[in-house]
């Protein structure tokens, strides 16, 4: 199966933290822009952060600076997002998604630029 494998979702309370994982499954992990994206309820989903698996560049939505870090370990062929401080308005459905032979660039919420998606991983903040 070609496919992202999400892990590390739940709840917790404001000010909390969470990791999520994301693994590659089916697909060549080197030379990818690996993605997260989160979709709240009611609305559209958004990027969060992205890392270039070769070079190491990192983006970050301006929401989650400071408080977000995007890291990979390369021989676990996994990436992953260290959320803190976490507030109600992280809320939402977590994707991983792979943009597999490219690196990252400037457009990198750009959703259709990435070909492998995975199902999805449920963050609850609660206040």
């Known amino acids: 199966q070609v496919q992202p494998v999400e892990t590390g979702g739940g709840s917790v309370q404001a000010g909390g933290s969470l990791r999520l994982s994301c693994a590659a499954s089916?697909?060549?992990?080197?030379?990818?822009?690996m993605g997260w994206f989160r979709q709240a309820p009611g609305k559209e989903r958004e990027g969060v952060a992205a890392?270039?698996?070769?070079?190491?560049?990192?983006y970050y939505a301006d929401s989650v600076k400071g408080r977000f870090v995007i890291a990979q370990d390369n021989a676990k062929n996994t990436v992953y997002l260290q959320m803190n401080s976490l507030k109600p308005e992280d809320t939402g459905v977590y994707f991983c998604?792979?943009?597999?032979?490219?690196?990252?660039?400037?457009?990198?919420?750009?959703?259709?630029?990435?070909?492998?998606w995975g199902q999805g991983t449920q963050v609850t903040v609660s206040s």
């Open positions: 998604a792979a943009r597999t032979g490219v690196p990252c660039s400037g457009a990198w919420y750009y959703e259709p630029g990435y070909n492998v």
């Open positions: 089916g697909y060549t992990y080197s030379r990818n822009c």
């Open positions: 890392l270039s698996t070769e070079i190491g560049i990192i």
